[in-house]
């Protein structure tokens, strides 16, 4: 048991028996909501209240800066971050004691990402994923529990199970892992020309396993609170992965690691910092013995990176920069600006204006000491290539994915991500052929806080916008919000014009980067964008801005491609379930004047759902909730209570 104070301190006891579990979840996942499991949950549910408030905070904040027509700016330094006793000036001067890089985070020179599990499958089937990522080659591997992971029926059950009979090495998994070695070898053999896996029962060991929760702005499925509320998707994960599996892993002497999306500000860090402490108390185990990796994916973060590092302390061991969530985030803080029109997706690289700046901001962040002189990882972005296609499509895509990884290298990042176990050989030769194990306290400038940073992070410049972009962007984005309805949220996917084409290669999306792609059309349609070509097609001149009608039109057109589209590429059973309903997702998200915080919302609202009146109904009282007051509507619709 353990005690709550609500708002008016007052003390009521809770237990695990008050945690409701949906239908018979409890018992069929047994092994997962193990007797630990649930008095774990059951002593940190006390924080489900905090990040409610946290999240309705965030809604407040970006409703003012919309309404004040307010760019984001940098915290006061004679502030103290909330919920610590630390000053914003002594987080930015290194004055908190951070943590020392434990041994087998100190080389990730590439660490892969995805899911334990896949849909509808069996347990042998659908623990493949961990046997490819753990016999990859990968130093890291960051086993997803949000963007990358399906949510439909149990897979978030599904992915815990994995990981905790991977990591235990069970028969099961090990019988999968020998088959998995035979066949990566043979593909290897095919495009190497050698095996890349000697003993398959050693090469287990060697990849870090990393687990990454759902961010604090999403509820989990199955689990409400003794309030009835929605539990905190973050303190699930963490309390699942953790207790399921922190013996076994400190035995075989890894580390706990965790990697924490969406934050946004240094007071959610600190509620991080204490969620981990009470679960380490809870635990018997030493503050710190949990360390976590943050990716900065939220524009608001950049403006507090040194206070993130202090805030999370002991805990803290790197900072990730990714693409997708981030420039979606920085639509979204310009959302109210009419002059702030992202040009065409493929045009904001890492080297784009306000990337380039962010990218900046985070390299000198890692490396300012804190006060024991200790440093932090920086761990490079996301290589979504795979190498399947023709064999120019192929040599020109990982011509670019090496190219890229060189300049992350050079730039000071001790290693970057890659979407797909068969691009691990081909980008770690970029930091082999260094060879020293990380750029911990690689010399940069000191880290600033000045009008011209600011100006920075959301700095436009000059690209294409043009309707070849918009129509990448509008298929992508439908076959995305498809593919998640399936349970697929990583799934390789390239604008349907391409279909058939090998020489363009598909990419690994996954949630962040369905959500750009309507960010981006929702700008070009209610900021009026500019065209800056000529399109034969639809007859549209440069200097014709993009408008709702050319968006009605391409929408019709696409769908129509992705109807026509063979089953490889879109299956026959979507295209009058899921498909319609990605649809009407997309059309609402991006025609409303009010843009609605995350697509993820809309879609998670109608997972299992095939039914389009239903989506419909459901949709509309999203976005009356949120019109209404910002509410946002997070928990699973179809929860039905166990009994009693």
Same mark, same amino acid.
């Given at each position: 048991?353990?005690?709550?104070?609500?708002?008016?301190?007052?003390?009521?006891?809770?237990?695990?028996?008050?945690?409701?579990?949906?239908?018979?979840?409890?018992?069929?996942?047994?092994?997962?909501?193990?007797?630990?499991?649930?008095?774990?949950?059951?002593?940190?549910?006390?924080?489900?209240?905090?990040?409610?408030?946290?999240?309705?905070?965030?809604?407040?904040?970006?409703?003012?800066?919309?309404?004040?027509?307010?760019?984001?700016?940098?915290?006061?330094?004679?502030?103290?971050?909330?919920?610590?006793?630390?000053?914003?000036?002594?987080?930015?001067?290194?004055?908190?004691?951070?943590?020392?890089?434990?041994?087998?985070?100190?080389?990730?020179?590439?660490?892969?990402?995805?899911?334990?599990?896949?849909?509808?499958?069996?347990?042998?089937?659908?623990?493949?994923?961990?046997?490819?990522?753990?016999?990859?080659?990968?130093?890291?591997?960051?086993?997803?529990?949000?963007?990358?992971?399906?949510?439909?029926?149990?897979?978030?059950?599904?992915?815990?199970?994995?990981?905790?009979?991977?990591?235990?090495?069970?028969?099961?998994?090990?019988?999968?892992?020998?088959?998995?070695?035979?066949?990566?070898?043979? %593909?290897?053999?095919?495009?190497?020309?050698?095996?890349?896996?000697?003993? %398959?029962?050693?090469?287990?060991?060697?990849?870090?396993?990393?687990?990454?929760?759902?961010?604090?702005?999403?509820?989990?499925?199955?689990?409400?609170?003794?309030?009835?509320?929605?539990?905190?998707?973050?303190?699930?994960?963490?309390?699942?992965?953790?207790?399921?599996?922190?013996?076994?892993?400190?035995?075989?002497?890894?580390?706990?690691?965790?990697?924490?999306?969406?934050?946004?500000?240094?007071?959610?860090?600190?509620l991080w910092d204490e969620m981990m402490s009470a679960l380490e108390d809870h635990l018997e *185990?030493?503050?710190?013995?949990?360390?976590?990796?943050?990716?900065?994916?939220?524009?608001?973060?950049?403006?507090?990176?040194?206070?993130?590092?202090?805030?999370?302390?002991?805990?803290?061991?790197? +900072?990730?920069?990714?693409?997708?969530?981030?420039?979606?985030?920085?639509?979204?803080?310009?959302?109210?600006?009419?002059?702030?029109?992202?040009?065409?997706?493929?045009?904001?690289?890492?080297?784009?204006?306000?990337?380039?700046?962010?990218?900046?901001?985070?390299?000198?962040?890692?490396?300012?000491?804190?006060?024991?002189?200790?440093?932090? *990882?920086?761990?490079?972005?996301?290589?979504?290539?795979?190498?399947?296609?023709?064999?120019?499509?192929?040599?020109?895509?990982?011509?670019?994915?090496?190219?890229?990884?060189?300049?992350?290298?050079?730039?000071?990042?001790?290693?970057?991500?890659?979407?797909?176990?068969?691009?691990?050989?081909?980008?770690?030769?970029?930091?082999?052929?260094?060879?020293?194990?990380?750029? *911990?306290?690689?010399s940069f400038p000191a880290l600033t806080h000045t009008q011209e940073d600011r100006d920075g992070?959301?700095?436009?410049?000059?690209?294409?916008?043009?309707?070849?972009?918009?129509?990448?962007?509008?298929?992508?984005?439908?076959?995305?919000?498809?593919?998640?309805?399936?349970?697929?949220?990583?799934?390789?996917?390239?604008?349907?014009?391409?279909?058939?084409?090998?020489?363009?290669?598909?990419?690994?999306?996954?949630?962040?980067?369905?959500?750009?792609?309507?960010?981006?059309?929702?700008? %070009?349609?209610?900021?009026?964008?500019?065209?800056?070509?000529?399109?034969?097609?639809?007859?549209?001149?440069?200097?014709?801005? +993009?408008?709702?009608?050319? +968006?009605?039109?391409? *929408?019709?057109?696409?769908?129509?491609?992705?109807?026509?589209?063979?089953?490889?590429?879109?299956?026959?059973?979507?295209?009058?379930?899921?498909?319609?309903?990605?649809?009407?997702?997309?059309?609402?998200?991006?025609?409303?004047?009010?843009?609605?915080?995350?697509?993820?919302?809309?879609?998670?609202?109608?997972?299992?759902?095939?039914?389009?009146?239903?989506?419909?109904?459901?949709?509309?009282?999203?976005?009356?909730?949120?019109?209404?007051?910002?509410?946002?509507?997070?928990?699973?619709?179809?929860?039905?209570?166990?009994?009693?």
């Amino acid at each position: 048991m353990s005690t709550v104070h609500d708002g008016n301190n007052q003390s009521f006891s809770i237990g695990a028996e008050k945690l409701n579990i949906r239908n018979d979840l409890k018992n069929s996942y047994h092994d997962v909501y193990t007797p630990e499991v649930m008095a774990a949950l059951a002593s940190l549910a006390r924080f489900n209240k905090d990040q409610k408030m946290l999240m309705v905070k965030r809604i407040r904040r970006r409703a003012q800066r919309i309404r004040n027509k307010q760019k984001i700016t940098f915290l006061d330094v004679n502030d103290h971050i909330p919920r610590t006793n630390i000053t914003v000036q002594e987080a930015r001067d290194g004055k908190f004691t951070g943590a020392d890089i434990p041994a087998d985070l100190r080389r990730q020179w590439i660490q892969g990402t995805g899911p334990a599990a896949r849909p509808n499958s069996p347990t042998k089937n659908s623990i493949r994923n961990v046997a490819y990522a753990l016999l990859s080659g990968a130093d890291g591997w960051m086993f997803d529990g949000e963007d990358a992971l399906g949510q439909i029926t149990t897979m978030s059950l599904d992915n815990q199970r994995n990981l905790k009979l991977a990591i235990q090495k069970d028969p099961v998994f090990l019988q999968s892992a020998e088959q998995v070695a035979e066949e990566m070898n043979q %593909w290897a053999l095919n495009f190497f020309g050698r095996r890349i896996i000697t003993d %398959w029962q050693e090469q287990l060991d060697f990849t870090t396993k990393i687990f990454r929760t759902r961010g604090l702005h999403l509820d989990d499925r199955h689990i409400r609170d003794q309030n009835g509320v929605a539990l905190s998707a973050s303190i699930v994960d963490m309390t699942l992965y953790v207790v399921n599996n922190y013996q076994q892993l400190l035995t075989s002497g890894s580390s706990i690691v965790l990697y924490l999306p969406k934050i946004q500000t240094a007071e959610e860090a600190a509620l991080w910092d204490e969620m981990m402490s009470a679960l380490e108390d809870h635990l018997e *185990l030493a503050n710190g013995t949990i360390k976590v990796y943050v990716l900065v994916e939220q524009l608001e973060a950049t403006f507090q990176l040194m206070e993130i590092r202090a805030a999370l302390g002991r805990h803290f061991v790197g +900072f990730n920069t990714g693409r997708w969530d981030y420039i979606n985030s920085v639509a979204d803080a310009m959302v109210w600006d009419t002059a702030f029109i992202n040009p065409n997706i493929e045009a904001i690289t890492m080297t784009y204006g306000y990337m380039r700046n962010y990218e900046d901001r985070v390299r000198r962040a890692v490396n300012t000491p804190d006060m024991n002189g200790n440093f932090a *990882l920086w761990q490079g972005g996301m290589e979504p290539n795979i190498p399947v296609g023709s064999e120019a499509g192929v040599a020109s895509s990982m011509e670019k994915a090496v190219a890229g990884a060189v300049r992350e290298q050079k730039e000071g990042a001790s290693g970057k991500w890659v979407a797909h176990w068969k691009m691990v050989h081909i980008v770690r030769p970029v930091w082999e052929k260094v060879g020293e194990e990380n750029q *911990l306290g690689k010399s940069f400038p000191a880290l600033t806080h000045t009008q011209e940073d600011r100006d920075g992070l959301t700095l436009l410049e000059a690209a294409p916008t043009t309707i070849r972009g918009a129509r990448n962007l509008l298929s992508v984005g439908l076959q995305y919000g498809n593919a998640f309805g399936q349970g697929f949220q990583a799934a390789a996917l390239k604008p349907a014009d391409f279909f058939g084409d090998d020489d363009v290669l598909y990419l690994m999306e996954d949630m962040a980067t369905g959500e750009i792609r309507l960010s981006i059309l929702w700008e %070009w349609i209610h900021k009026g964008a500019e065209l800056n070509e000529d399109d034969a097609e639809t007859g549209l001149k440069s200097g014709d801005i +993009f408008s709702i009608d050319i +968006f009605e039109r391409l *929408l019709r057109e696409e769908y129509e491609k992705l109807l026509q589209a063979k089953d490889k590429d879109v299956h026959d059973d979507s295209k009058n379930t899921t498909l319609p309903i990605a649809r009407e997702i997309v059309e609402t998200y991006v025609l409303d004047t009010i843009k609605v915080p995350w697509y993820i919302d809309l879609l998670n609202m109608n997972l299992n759902n095939h039914d389009l009146q239903t989506a419909k109904e459901r949709i509309q009282q999203y976005m009356d909730a949120f019109k209404k007051n910002g509410t946002r509507i997070t928990e699973n619709l179809d929860f039905l209570s166990s009994p009693s």
